[in-house]
């Protein structure tokens, strides 16, 4: 069973037990309310927002749906559908349970000394630390966004070879998790951040995941910044950093 399996399986049951309140589609994230006031993000891929991967007609609405519907989108292959089932997901679970640490996962994962980083995912504020400290290698699909990025087609085999693996949550959108954490296999510590990772660790049992690194809304105005096309630089008064330690 892949991730987006085990994550719907997981929530389904607490899923059918709330309704969507508002659901709000930007240029870069789409932000799900449920009528319990948690909130949920997920990160959008731009080609989302092309007309053909548009999902209602014009008189349909998302909001008042129930939350398992959502929720059962991210296993379509619609990759808008996926970002709003992700958001939906991250709604549901909420503030997790369990022992979580704040902060910014690179105070957290204890890098030592020399270990080869692969980066799945351009995380812009974490790489100088790291490389001061680690051989880091950043894979990513736009290799424009900065220089000596690797193209993530070849992220498979990087992973073969690294001590640690950061992977982006928007994995679990474009379908790429399952085959990243296989590669990942052999990694000392393994993963997942962002603001689409979901804080359920128990979608993540039994995989080489050793800790989840996400966010907790705490701020509905974090709505008004995803309809204005903001990210997670515009996010920083609305979120919550948490770093769940899976094993």
């Known amino acids: 069973m892949g991730i987006a399996d085990r994550i719907t399986e997981t929530l389904a049951d607490s899923a059918v037990e709330l309704n969507v309140s508002d659901v709000r589609i930007g ?76 902060g910014d996962v690179r105070s957290v994962i204890g890098l030592q000394n020399g270990e080869q980083v692969a980066m799945i995912g351009h995380f812009e504020p974490l790489v100088k630390d790291i490389r001061d400290q680690c051989s880091l290698n950043v894979y990513e699909l736009d290799t424009t966004m900065a220089d000596g990025l690797i193209e993530s087609s070849d992220a498979m085999e990087g992973l073969k070879s690294c001590d640690v693996a950061l992977m982006t949550g928007t994995a679990i959108i474009n379908g790429t998790i399952d085959g990243l954490l296989e590669a990942a296999a052999d990694c000392r510590e393994v993963v997942i951040l962002g603001p689409s990772t979901p804080l359920v660790p128990e979608a993540f049992s ?41 094993n």
């Open 27 to 102: 240029v870069k994230y789409v932000s799900v309310q449920l009528d319990n006031g948690s909130i949920g993000l997920a990160y959008l891929f731009p080609e989302s927002l092309r007309c053909e991967n548009m999902l209602l007609s014009d008189d349909s609405h998302l909001a008042g749906m129930n939350a398992g519907e959502l929720l059962s989108w991210l296993k379509t292959n619609n990759s808008l559908s996926r970002s709003i089932g992700l958001a939906a997901a991250n709604a549901v679970i909420g503030s997790p349970g369990g022992s979580t640490l704040s």
């Open 206 to 246: 039994g995989t080489p995941v050793t800790m989840l690194s996400g966010v907790v809304v705490i701020d509905d105005k974090i709505l008004r910044v995803v309809s204005e096309g903001g990210g997670m630089r515009r996010f920083k008064q609305c979120v919550q950093k948490l770093n769940l330690r899976l």
